[in-house]
Protein backbone atom coordinates (compact mmCIF):
# COMPACT_ATOMS: atom_id res chain seq x y z
CA UNK A 1 0.00 0.00 0.00
CA UNK A 2 1.52 3.46 -0.61
CA UNK A 3 0.07 7.08 0.03
CA UNK A 4 -0.24 8.67 -3.51
CA UNK A 5 -1.12 12.52 -3.60
CA UNK A 6 -3.39 13.55 -6.38
CA UNK A 7 -3.39 17.30 -7.45
CA UNK A 8 -6.58 17.78 -8.97
CA UNK A 9 -8.33 14.58 -7.54
CA UNK A 10 -12.13 16.32 -7.29
CA UNK A 11 -11.99 17.01 -10.92
CA UNK A 12 -13.13 14.30 -13.58
CA UNK A 13 -10.25 12.20 -14.07
CA UNK A 14 -8.99 12.76 -10.61
CA UNK A 15 -12.33 11.40 -9.06
CA UNK A 16 -12.35 8.42 -10.67
CA UNK A 17 -9.16 7.57 -10.20
CA UNK A 18 -9.41 8.03 -6.56
CA UNK A 19 -11.88 5.58 -6.37
CA UNK A 20 -9.46 2.97 -8.53
CA UNK A 21 -6.80 3.92 -5.90
CA UNK A 22 -8.97 3.25 -3.14
CA UNK A 23 -10.09 -0.17 -4.28
CA UNK A 24 -6.38 -0.99 -5.59
CA UNK A 25 -5.46 -0.45 -1.54
CA UNK A 26 -3.74 2.68 -1.68
CA UNK A 27 -4.35 6.13 0.33
CA UNK A 28 -4.50 9.05 -1.40
CA UNK A 29 -4.36 12.69 -0.11
CA UNK A 30 -6.48 15.09 -2.50
CA UNK A 31 -5.16 18.83 -3.35
CA UNK A 32 -7.72 20.89 -4.89
CA UNK A 33 -8.96 24.49 -5.08
CA UNK A 34 -12.24 23.37 -6.41
CA UNK A 35 -12.00 25.83 -9.30
CA UNK A 36 -13.09 23.78 -11.55
CA UNK A 37 -15.27 20.66 -9.48
CA UNK A 38 -17.71 21.15 -6.36
CA UNK A 39 -17.00 20.27 -2.89
CA UNK A 40 -20.01 18.20 -3.01
CA UNK A 41 -18.66 15.65 -4.89
CA UNK A 42 -16.02 14.54 -2.41
CA UNK A 43 -18.98 12.49 -0.11
CA UNK A 44 -20.12 10.89 -3.37
CA UNK A 45 -16.52 9.52 -3.78
CA UNK A 46 -16.46 8.47 -0.48
CA UNK A 47 -19.81 6.45 -1.03
CA UNK A 48 -18.12 4.96 -3.98
CA UNK A 49 -14.98 4.11 -2.66
CA UNK A 50 -16.58 2.98 0.89
CA UNK A 51 -14.00 5.75 2.53
CA UNK A 52 -13.54 9.58 1.82
CA UNK A 53 -9.85 11.17 0.81
CA UNK A 54 -8.22 13.73 3.04
CA UNK A 55 -8.94 16.66 1.04
CA UNK A 56 -6.62 19.56 1.36
CA UNK A 57 -8.21 22.80 -0.25
CA UNK A 58 -5.61 24.92 -2.34
CA UNK A 59 -3.81 25.46 -5.27
CA UNK A 60 -0.71 23.88 -6.11
CA UNK A 61 0.90 27.20 -7.15
CA UNK A 62 0.82 27.66 -3.13
CA UNK A 63 4.38 26.32 -2.36
CA UNK A 64 4.28 26.64 1.42
CA UNK A 65 0.56 24.90 1.41
CA UNK A 66 2.86 22.22 -0.73
CA UNK A 67 5.43 22.29 2.34
CA UNK A 68 2.53 21.61 4.84
CA UNK A 69 1.04 18.76 2.63
CA UNK A 70 4.39 17.00 2.48
CA UNK A 71 5.40 17.57 6.11
CA UNK A 72 2.24 16.10 7.18
CA UNK A 73 2.02 12.97 5.21
CA UNK A 74 4.11 10.69 3.88
CA UNK A 75 4.00 10.56 0.16
CA UNK A 76 5.41 7.73 -1.73
CA UNK A 77 4.13 9.22 -5.35
CA UNK A 78 2.17 11.93 -7.02
CA UNK A 79 -0.48 11.95 -9.84
CA UNK A 80 -0.29 15.75 -11.05
CA UNK A 81 -3.88 16.24 -12.59
CA UNK A 82 -4.51 20.14 -11.15
CA UNK A 83 -4.35 22.39 -14.94
CA UNK A 84 -6.84 24.31 -16.83
CA UNK A 85 -7.75 22.09 -19.83
CA UNK A 86 -9.85 24.52 -22.27
CA UNK A 87 -8.33 24.72 -25.62
CA UNK A 88 -10.78 27.53 -27.02
CA UNK A 89 -10.16 29.42 -23.45
CA UNK A 90 -6.09 29.07 -23.56
CA UNK A 91 -6.44 30.92 -26.63
CA UNK A 92 -8.03 33.73 -24.94
CA UNK A 93 -6.21 33.78 -21.89
CA UNK A 94 -2.87 32.44 -22.51
CA UNK A 95 -1.33 34.02 -19.40
CA UNK A 96 -3.76 31.57 -17.06
CA UNK A 97 -2.85 28.50 -18.79
CA UNK A 98 1.12 29.27 -18.62
CA UNK A 99 0.31 30.26 -14.88
CA UNK A 100 -1.86 27.17 -13.57
CA UNK A 101 -0.29 24.39 -16.34
CA UNK A 102 3.50 24.98 -16.26
CA UNK A 103 3.75 27.66 -13.23
CA UNK A 104 1.99 24.44 -11.10
CA UNK A 105 4.07 21.99 -12.14
CA UNK A 106 7.18 23.72 -11.14
CA UNK A 107 5.84 24.75 -8.18
CA UNK A 108 4.88 21.47 -7.59
CA UNK A 109 8.06 20.04 -8.35
CA UNK A 110 10.41 22.28 -6.54
CA UNK A 111 7.98 21.13 -3.24
CA UNK A 112 8.22 17.22 -4.41
CA UNK A 113 11.77 17.44 -4.40
CA UNK A 114 12.45 19.60 -1.19
CA UNK A 115 10.39 16.26 0.67
CA UNK A 116 12.79 13.64 -1.83
CA UNK A 117 9.47 12.37 -3.43
CA UNK A 118 10.59 11.84 -6.95
CA UNK A 119 7.89 9.96 -8.23
CA UNK A 120 5.19 11.85 -10.62
CA UNK A 121 2.54 10.89 -13.16
CA UNK A 122 1.70 13.15 -15.60
CA UNK A 123 -1.69 14.33 -17.15
CA UNK A 124 -0.37 15.07 -20.48
CA UNK A 125 -2.96 14.35 -24.35
CA UNK A 126 -2.78 13.51 -27.39
CA UNK A 127 -2.75 17.13 -28.67
CA UNK A 128 0.89 17.06 -28.26
CA UNK A 129 0.43 15.56 -31.21
CA UNK A 130 -0.23 18.66 -32.87
CA UNK A 131 -1.75 17.39 -36.49
CA UNK A 132 -1.03 13.80 -36.56
CA UNK A 133 -2.61 12.79 -39.34
CA UNK A 134 -5.09 9.72 -40.33
CA UNK A 135 -3.61 7.10 -38.49
CA UNK A 136 -2.64 5.01 -35.38
CA UNK A 137 -0.28 7.48 -33.09
CA UNK A 138 2.51 5.94 -31.62
CA UNK A 139 4.48 7.92 -28.84
CA UNK A 140 7.41 8.38 -31.26
CA UNK A 141 4.94 10.42 -33.32
CA UNK A 142 6.60 13.89 -33.90
CA UNK A 143 5.19 16.59 -31.08
CA UNK A 144 3.94 19.85 -31.64
CA UNK A 145 0.99 22.43 -30.96
CA UNK A 146 -1.32 24.53 -32.17
CA UNK A 147 -3.20 26.03 -29.06
CA UNK A 148 -1.79 27.14 -25.87
CA UNK A 149 -3.35 24.66 -23.97
CA UNK A 150 -0.90 22.11 -26.15
CA UNK A 151 2.03 23.96 -25.32
CA UNK A 152 1.62 24.07 -22.26
CA UNK A 153 1.27 20.37 -21.96
CA UNK A 154 4.38 19.72 -24.21
CA UNK A 155 6.48 22.29 -21.94
CA UNK A 156 5.51 20.36 -19.13
CA UNK A 157 6.84 17.55 -21.02
CA UNK A 158 9.82 18.86 -21.58
CA UNK A 159 10.31 20.05 -18.29
CA UNK A 160 10.10 16.80 -16.85
CA UNK A 161 12.58 14.86 -19.34
CA UNK A 162 14.77 17.54 -18.28
CA UNK A 163 14.48 17.41 -14.85
CA UNK A 164 14.60 14.11 -15.01
CA UNK A 165 17.80 13.88 -16.90
CA UNK A 166 19.46 15.93 -14.03
CA UNK A 167 17.63 14.43 -10.92
CA UNK A 168 16.36 11.46 -9.62
CA UNK A 169 12.84 11.66 -10.88
CA UNK A 170 10.60 8.63 -12.27
CA UNK A 171 7.94 9.90 -14.18
CA UNK A 172 5.33 8.70 -16.17
CA UNK A 173 3.79 10.87 -18.66
CA UNK A 174 0.15 9.72 -19.78
CA UNK A 175 -1.16 11.02 -23.27
CA UNK A 176 -5.19 10.17 -23.06
CA UNK A 177 -7.00 10.40 -26.39
CA UNK A 178 -10.46 10.87 -25.35
CA UNK A 179 -11.48 10.67 -21.93
CA UNK A 180 -15.57 9.81 -22.01
CA UNK A 181 -17.92 8.47 -19.93
CA UNK A 182 -18.56 8.11 -15.59
CA UNK A 183 -18.70 5.86 -12.94
CA UNK A 184 -21.36 3.13 -13.30
CA UNK A 185 -22.77 4.00 -9.84
CA UNK A 186 -23.73 7.57 -11.44
CA UNK A 187 -22.43 9.34 -8.50
CA UNK A 188 -19.58 10.89 -9.83
CA UNK A 189 -18.80 11.93 -13.89
CA UNK A 190 -18.00 15.05 -16.09
CA UNK A 191 -19.73 18.55 -14.83
CA UNK A 192 -18.21 20.79 -17.38
CA UNK A 193 -19.16 24.55 -16.83
CA UNK A 194 -20.87 26.31 -19.56
CA UNK A 195 -21.00 25.00 -22.90
CA UNK A 196 -19.16 21.76 -23.25
CA UNK A 197 -15.96 21.82 -25.20
CA UNK A 198 -16.01 18.36 -26.23
CA UNK A 199 -18.45 16.23 -28.01
CA UNK A 200 -19.49 13.45 -25.45
CA UNK A 201 -20.60 16.02 -22.62
CA UNK A 202 -22.28 18.10 -25.46
CA UNK A 203 -24.35 15.31 -26.26
CA UNK A 204 -25.30 14.30 -22.65
CA UNK A 205 -26.64 18.00 -23.04
CA UNK A 206 -28.71 17.27 -25.55
CA UNK A 207 -29.91 14.42 -24.42
CA UNK A 208 -30.71 15.58 -20.93
CA UNK A 209 -32.68 18.79 -22.73
CA UNK A 210 -30.58 21.24 -21.43
CA UNK A 211 -29.47 21.78 -25.30
CA UNK A 212 -31.35 21.63 -28.23
CA UNK A 213 -29.11 19.83 -30.63
CA UNK A 214 -25.62 18.81 -32.14
CA UNK A 215 -24.19 20.38 -34.12
CA UNK A 216 -22.25 18.17 -36.64
CA UNK A 217 -19.11 19.67 -37.97
CA UNK A 218 -18.54 18.03 -41.29
CA UNK A 219 -19.65 15.14 -42.97
CA UNK A 220 -17.38 15.15 -46.08
CA UNK A 221 -14.79 13.51 -44.72
CA UNK A 222 -13.12 10.16 -45.74
CA UNK A 223 -14.41 7.85 -43.12
CA UNK A 224 -17.23 5.39 -43.57
CA UNK A 225 -19.79 7.69 -42.56
CA UNK A 226 -18.32 11.00 -43.53
CA UNK A 227 -17.41 12.55 -39.90
CA UNK A 228 -14.53 12.40 -38.03
CA UNK A 229 -13.55 9.55 -35.86
CA UNK A 230 -11.67 9.15 -32.47
CA UNK A 231 -10.48 7.44 -30.05
CA UNK A 232 -12.91 7.29 -27.33
CA UNK A 233 -11.60 5.74 -23.25
CA UNK A 234 -13.70 4.80 -20.75
CA UNK A 235 -12.88 7.34 -17.56
CA UNK A 236 -12.94 3.87 -15.86
CA UNK A 237 -10.21 2.29 -17.90
CA UNK A 238 -8.83 5.69 -17.60
CA UNK A 239 -8.04 5.65 -13.57
CA UNK A 240 -7.26 1.93 -13.78
CA UNK A 241 -4.28 3.06 -15.59
CA UNK A 242 -3.10 5.53 -13.49
CA UNK A 243 -3.12 3.17 -10.66
CA UNK A 244 -0.92 0.95 -12.80
CA UNK A 245 1.43 4.09 -13.94
CA UNK A 246 1.88 4.97 -10.30
CA UNK A 247 2.61 1.39 -9.36
CA UNK A 248 5.05 1.23 -12.55
CA UNK A 249 6.81 4.25 -10.99
CA UNK A 250 6.88 3.00 -7.43
CA UNK A 251 8.78 -0.26 -9.13
CA UNK A 252 11.47 2.56 -10.87
CA UNK A 253 9.80 1.70 -14.16
CA UNK A 254 9.27 5.29 -15.89
CA UNK A 255 7.12 5.76 -18.84
CA UNK A 256 5.69 7.63 -21.87
CA UNK A 257 2.34 6.14 -23.14
CA UNK A 258 -0.79 6.69 -24.63
CA UNK A 259 -3.74 5.66 -23.31
CA UNK A 260 -6.69 4.63 -25.44
CA UNK A 261 -8.60 1.99 -26.54
CA UNK A 262 -6.49 1.44 -30.61
CA UNK A 263 -10.16 2.27 -32.18
CA UNK A 264 -11.78 4.79 -33.52
CA UNK A 265 -14.93 6.09 -33.42
CA UNK A 266 -17.38 8.48 -35.40
CA UNK A 267 -19.37 11.23 -34.32
CA UNK A 268 -22.98 9.57 -35.82
CA UNK A 269 -21.46 6.44 -34.02
CA UNK A 270 -21.17 8.43 -31.06
CA UNK A 271 -24.50 10.08 -31.16
CA UNK A 272 -26.50 6.50 -32.19
CA UNK A 273 -25.18 5.03 -29.45
CA UNK A 274 -25.83 7.84 -26.71
CA UNK A 275 -29.25 7.75 -28.28
CA UNK A 276 -29.76 3.81 -27.41
CA UNK A 277 -28.15 4.58 -23.90
CA UNK A 278 -30.79 7.52 -23.39
CA UNK A 279 -33.91 5.29 -25.58
CA UNK A 280 -34.19 8.10 -27.94
CA UNK A 281 -32.95 9.46 -31.21
CA UNK A 282 -30.87 12.47 -30.46
CA UNK A 283 -31.13 15.71 -32.68
CA UNK A 284 -28.12 16.56 -34.70
CA UNK A 285 -27.72 19.14 -37.73
CA UNK A 286 -24.74 19.01 -39.95
CA UNK A 287 -22.65 22.05 -40.76
CA UNK A 288 -19.55 23.25 -41.97
CA UNK A 289 -16.01 21.43 -40.90
CA UNK A 290 -13.57 23.20 -38.41
CA UNK A 291 -10.64 24.42 -39.04
CA UNK A 292 -7.90 22.05 -37.87
CA UNK A 293 -9.70 18.44 -37.59
CA UNK A 294 -8.26 15.74 -38.95
CA UNK A 295 -10.92 13.00 -40.54
CA UNK A 296 -9.81 10.53 -37.86
CA UNK A 297 -6.93 9.77 -35.10
CA UNK A 298 -6.64 6.80 -32.79
CA UNK A 299 -4.08 5.87 -30.11
CA UNK A 300 -1.40 2.64 -31.01
CA UNK A 301 -1.67 1.47 -27.49
CA UNK A 302 0.67 -1.21 -27.77
CA UNK A 303 3.57 0.19 -25.57
CA UNK A 304 0.47 0.86 -22.43
CA UNK A 305 0.24 -2.66 -23.33
CA UNK A 306 3.72 -3.75 -23.15
CA UNK A 307 4.98 -2.05 -20.29
CA UNK A 308 1.95 -1.38 -17.65
CA UNK A 309 -0.17 -4.46 -19.56
CA UNK A 310 -2.24 -1.77 -19.40
CA UNK A 311 -5.80 -2.70 -22.01
CA UNK A 312 -8.92 -0.79 -22.24
CA UNK A 313 -11.85 -3.04 -22.03
CA UNK A 314 -15.18 -0.94 -21.84
CA UNK A 315 -16.46 -0.44 -25.24
CA UNK A 316 -19.05 3.10 -26.59
CA UNK A 317 -21.83 1.12 -25.53
CA UNK A 318 -20.87 1.63 -21.99
CA UNK A 319 -19.40 4.57 -22.49
CA UNK A 320 -22.61 6.05 -23.22
CA UNK A 321 -24.52 4.17 -20.79
CA UNK A 322 -22.63 5.18 -17.69
CA UNK A 323 -22.77 9.38 -19.03
CA UNK A 324 -26.20 8.57 -19.18
CA UNK A 325 -26.76 7.46 -15.66
CA UNK A 326 -24.93 10.29 -14.46
CA UNK A 327 -26.70 12.65 -16.38
CA UNK A 328 -29.75 11.70 -15.03
CA UNK A 329 -28.78 10.89 -11.27
CA UNK A 330 -27.88 14.71 -10.97
CA UNK A 331 -30.78 15.65 -13.00
CA UNK A 332 -32.44 14.32 -9.71
CA UNK A 333 -30.18 15.29 -7.00
CA UNK A 334 -28.31 12.20 -7.02
CA UNK A 335 -31.90 10.98 -5.27
CA UNK A 336 -31.55 7.93 -7.99
CA UNK A 337 -30.65 4.98 -6.80
CA UNK A 338 -31.24 2.24 -9.52
CA UNK A 339 -28.03 0.04 -10.08
CA UNK A 340 -29.73 -0.86 -13.62
N1 LIG B 1 -10.73 15.60 -19.74
C1 LIG B 1 -10.03 15.49 -20.85
O1 LIG B 1 -10.58 15.36 -21.94
C2 LIG B 1 -8.51 15.52 -20.80
C3 LIG B 1 -7.79 15.07 -21.92
C4 LIG B 1 -6.40 15.09 -21.86
C5 LIG B 1 -5.74 15.56 -20.72
N2 LIG B 1 -6.47 16.00 -19.67
C6 LIG B 1 -5.75 16.50 -18.47
O2 LIG B 1 -6.13 15.71 -17.37
C7 LIG B 1 -6.12 16.51 -16.18
C8 LIG B 1 -7.45 16.36 -15.46
O3 LIG B 1 -8.48 16.73 -16.35
P1 LIG B 1 -10.00 16.69 -15.90
O4 LIG B 1 -10.80 16.45 -17.12
O5 LIG B 1 -10.19 15.80 -14.72
O6 LIG B 1 -10.19 18.21 -15.48
P2 LIG B 1 -11.05 18.86 -14.29
O7 LIG B 1 -11.10 20.31 -14.53
O8 LIG B 1 -12.32 18.11 -14.09
O9 LIG B 1 -10.12 18.55 -13.02
C9 LIG B 1 -9.03 19.38 -12.68
C10 LIG B 1 -9.12 19.66 -11.19
O10 LIG B 1 -8.02 20.50 -10.85
C11 LIG B 1 -8.48 21.53 -10.01
N3 LIG B 1 -7.56 22.66 -10.17
C12 LIG B 1 -7.46 23.54 -11.19
N4 LIG B 1 -6.50 24.44 -10.95
C13 LIG B 1 -5.96 24.11 -9.74
C14 LIG B 1 -4.92 24.65 -8.95
N5 LIG B 1 -4.23 25.73 -9.34
N6 LIG B 1 -4.63 24.05 -7.76
C15 LIG B 1 -5.33 22.97 -7.34
N7 LIG B 1 -6.33 22.42 -8.05
C16 LIG B 1 -6.64 22.99 -9.24
C17 LIG B 1 -9.90 21.82 -10.43
O11 LIG B 1 -10.68 22.38 -9.39
C18 LIG B 1 -10.39 20.40 -10.80
O12 LIG B 1 -10.98 19.75 -9.68
C19 LIG B 1 -5.78 17.92 -16.63
O13 LIG B 1 -4.41 18.13 -16.43
C20 LIG B 1 -6.12 17.93 -18.11
O14 LIG B 1 -5.35 18.85 -18.82
C21 LIG B 1 -7.83 15.98 -19.67
Redesign the pocket.
Known sequence: MACILL??G?????SHTFVALAEAGHDVVI???????DPGVVARMGRVAGREPTVVRG???DEALLGRVFAEHRIDGIIH?????AVGESVERPLDYFS?NIG?LMTLMRAARAAGVWRLVF???ATVYGDPGDRAVPETAPRSHTNPYAFT?LTCEQMLEQAAAAEPWCVGVLR?F??VGAHPSGLIGEDPRGLPN?LMPYVAKVAIGALPELQVFGDDYATPDGTGMRDYVHVVDLARAHVASVEALLDGRAHTLNIGTGRANSVLELVEAYGRAAGRALPYRVVGRRAGDVAITYADPSRARAELGFEATLDLDAMCRDSWRWMRAQASGFRLNDPE
Open positions: TGAGYIGLDDFSNSSVLFAALKTGSSTKYNPN
